[in-house]
């Protein structure tokens, strides 16, 4: 007998099996790795949580499968996998906790489910979209910079400011309408994306000049020598992007003179053929890409049709924690 479980540990040991999935890093929740609030999150309804979810497939107390997901919006209609562990042998036993996740949120309320992979993984996009019936939606690559001193960019440091609680509907009209029409229904934004959220390790500053709010740009690191960034610009001020990596390069180098940044450079945006053309000009590489993969919730499956299955499912929220 298969059972299911959602767990609240993440060191869940699986000889043979590695982790299959990518992750949107602006999208992930900094309450998941604090453990207070993972375990109050942990005991709240669907439409409440807001930290790193793990469910588990076990038979006979041997964990075969294990899949990870994190709110990818502050309304909780959208959920985005950010790990799934398996063996080659048990696809079916993934798929089967795949189905039982995407039931378990989308009975609750959740619409969209969302998994980013690695697109050098052919063999974990095919598991998805073959057995699981997810639909291939954007792509994000990421390109490099090592030497960040060489770059020498003019730019007025008054055009940039830190973000403030006004501004959050500004910033989520210039990131809904840069969307291309079709990508909106799976990747659109909330006005809770946008509010202010300090973190020592990210930098969240507004583009705005002669005052008026024409983008702006999100700066991660974990270790101040590994920097991320997104960023964007209104489609009138796409010429602007040279501009702002000239401020965004001495932010990073007054953490590190030694440090790299990668861009995220989100192809379901209108402007991200102009931003690519500005990185190679600066001599930013391609490191890897991403392609987002979507599952539309739609349909609850009744109890009596999982009972009839060969694989028989046991949901056990509370006594399944290890």
Excluded at 127 to 148: M, P
Aim: proline share 2%.
């Amino acid at each position: 007998m298969l059972k299911i479980n959602r767990i609240f540990s993440d060191n869940v040991k699986m000889r043979g099996a590695s982790e299959q999935l990518s992750a949107d890093p602006d999208k992930l929740s900094f309450s998941q790795k604090n453990c207070l609030l993972r375990l109050i999150s942990f005991f709240l309804p669907v439409q409440k949580k807001f930290a790193r979810e793990v469910f588990v497939a076990k038979r006979k107390n041997k964990v075969l499968a294990k899949l990870a997901l994190t709110p990818d919006s502050f309304s909780k209609s959208r959920w985005q996998f950010t790990s799934l562990m398996f063996k080659e042998k048990h696809k079916q036993i993934a798929k089967t906790l795949i189905d039982y996740v995407v039931n378990y949120y989308g009975g609750a309320g959740a619409s969209t489910f969302l998994a980013y992979v690695d697109e050098t993984n052919p063999q974990m996009i095919s598991v998805l979209k073959n057995e699981c019936l997810f639909r291939n939606c954007a792509k994000i690559e990421f390109l490099t910079l090592e030497n960040l001193a060489s770059l020498n960019i003019e730019y007025d440091l008054n055009d940039f400011r830190d973000v403030n609680v006004k501004d959050s509907e500004e910033l989520l009209e210039i990131n809904t309408s840069n969307i291309f029409t079709h990508y909106r229904p799976a990747l659109i934004s909330d006005l809770g994306e946008f509010k202010l959220n300090k973190s020592h390790n990210n930098i969240f500053k507004v583009f705005a000049p002669k005052g008026n709010i024409a983008g702006y740009f999100r700066l991660c690191s974990n270790n101040k020598k590994d920097f991320y960034l997104d960023v964007i610009t209104s489609k009138p001020y796409e010429q602007c992007y040279l501009e702002m990596l000239g401020c965004i390069k001495d932010i990073v180098l007054e953490q590190n003179n030694e440090a790299s940044l990668t861009v995220y450079l989100k192809k379901y945006r209108q402007t991200a053929g102009k931003l690519k053309e500005v990185l190679e000009e600066l001599g930013f590489n391609f490191s890897s890409s991403t392609q987002i993969l979507v599952k539309d919730y739609w349909q609850r499956i009744p109890v009596k049709n999982e009972m009839e299955e060969k694989l028989f499912v046991l949901f056990n929220d509370i006594k399944g924690m290890v």
